[in-house]
């Protein structure tokens, strides 16, 4: 696999995930961010929005975390699709480009979600082979997202944070490691989230982790009753997530780590905050852990042993 | 119930997302189960399945609710809501860019049941799908501008996302009035059935509009469509408002902003050119 430098590449920072509504003051008061994440689907059909996005992409580092590969697609990564955000890498040179251990096209639609997959031999060969055809197109190693879950597919064998960490190794793709969906996915499982973590901890190659999401989450009553944790990116980020955190950080290092809102979006102070504090804690560990490695081509731990 | 699988192997990755994808967008409730044996989970596989229908669903609701703003303001949240799902379900996005979802919505609610008593709302729909395509185009662009010359090496350039917009109704008036919550106008707008013709077009600030007359919308239509500065003069002299040229543009086009005016030495030998 051929690989293009990023020209900006993304600091072992806390960066913030940048919404259209905060375009405009970003642009007109250049506030202080390490470094801004963006959904490409939003530029994909909006050439106004991008035209704002390129101003942005002037002062700061840029990285792409995209919704709609469908990585877990039977059916293939979508050409067009898959074109589409090939101009956008290189029209906009990001620092870092990603999407998530999920599915959302089948058939000819798309299903606006991050839809779960079994964690079964045979869809870790189809997202080994979708991972490798994106990273072909686009000239780069790419970032895969272990999801938020609110339902377990009987045909899972293999577990979550082992099927990332042999995707990682088979592809050489990097990790996006969402403190926030472990803890929403543990807890919609009745699992100790902590417990969970110190899995993901051991089957993933701290190297292979390239970045780091934080966000809030709702808690809601189903309608049979059940308490659910809705991965929803609408409130700040909740004591036991920052734990989490923290513990991920002091095993993995520092790591690019993203503030992450998108519904009930608050004034773009709010998000600095949660970005301060997450710096902070950065910077703490900073001064004791390894520097950030280079994520492509790590050299990955054993971990699921699985055929290849 | 859907039929049951063999769930000691587990369907293929193709055929469960077949069917999960069928069970989330399906509106009949036994066509949104899938057989329980397939999960494995704390909550039941339909609680699950009841969050991602809710995610998907709601999604699709929003990105329509940004586009048609006036047409959700009018029938109000959970009538559009209802529009909209019903929408989704017909016909879902083929692609994750859900900017460009929505095109056909506007033909899809023409005749919605419950939308009797508004029977301008598709036209609204239409208006504002149109706003919202403009919206999303840079502004400044000249890429695409069709340019006509016209006698005596005069060339008039269009703005490039130049566009005739053509309604039974006052459309842009209805929007200003459902927006502003002005049911006092409302109340004659919707009255005023007729043949509304508009220029719109992407400027710096935002979209632009000029409501233009009969022959006027047949030069710029016939500019659009190619055709060179004779034949869309002609165009606008045959639509029963014949003036010459130098009229329909003082009265009509030059003021609207949409284009400009350049001597051109160069062409004087062909003086009826129009090119892209």
Known sequence: MSESSAVHPIPAQAGIGLRMPHHGQVLATRPRAAWFEVHPENFMANDSALAELERVRENYPLSLHAVGLSLGSAGGVDRAHLERLRQLRYRLEPGLVSDHLSWSIHGGQYLPDLLPLPYSEEALDIVCRNVERVQQALGTAILVENPSTYLRFAASVIPEAEFLAALARRTDCGVLFDVNNVYVSACNQRSDAGEVLANWCSALDPASVGEIHLAGHAVVQAASGEELRIDDHGDRICEAVWALYEQAIQHFGARPTLIEWDTRLPAFEVLQDEAAHAQSLLDLIARHAPAYPPMPGHQPQAAYAGAN | ?276
């Open chain 2, 1 to 276: 119930m859907p039929a049951p699988i063999n769930t000691l192997k587990g369907p293929s990755l193709a055929m469960l997302q077949s069917q999960m994808a069928a069970a989330l967008l399906a509106a009949d409730r036994e066509a949104q189960e899938l057989p329980e044996d397939l999960f494995a989970g704390a909550h039941p596989g339909s609680v699950g399945l009841r969050v991602h229908r809710n995610t998907v669903l709601g999604a699709l609701s929003n990105a329509l609710r940004s586009s048609f703003r006036a047409v959700e303001h009018l029938v109000g949240e959970a009538f559009f809501d209802a529009m909209a799902v019903a929408y989704a379900r017909a016909r879902p996005p083929e692609a994750p860019q859900l900017d460009d979802y929505g095109a056909d919505f506007p033909s899809f609610i023409d005749g919605f049941p419950g939308t009797e008593a508004l029977p301008f709302l598709a036209e609204l729909a239409h208006f504002e799908w149109r706003l919202d395509e403009l919206g999303r185009q840079r502004a400044g662009r000249l890429a695409g501008a069709r340019s006509l010359l016209i006698a005596g090496g005069v060339r008039l350039h269009l703005e490039a996302s130049l566009r005739l917009h053509l309604s039974n109704y006052p459309v842009d008036r209805l929007r200003e009035a459902i927006l502003a919550e002005d049911t006092g106008a409302l109340a004659i707008l919707v009255h005023q059935a007729g043949s509304y013709r508009y220029a719109l077009w992407r400027a710096e600030a935002g979209v632009k509009l000029a409501r233009i007359g009969a022959a006027a919308a047949g030069f710029l239509e016939a500019a659009l469509l190619g055709q060179d500065a004779e034949q869309a003069i002609n165009a606008a002299s045959a639509l029963g408002e014949a003036e010459e040229i130098a009229g329909l543009l003082a009265k009509e086009i030059l003021p609207a902003g949409f284009l400009r005016i350049e001597a051109v030495e160069s062409d004087k030998n062909n003086p009826m050119k129009s090119t892209t």
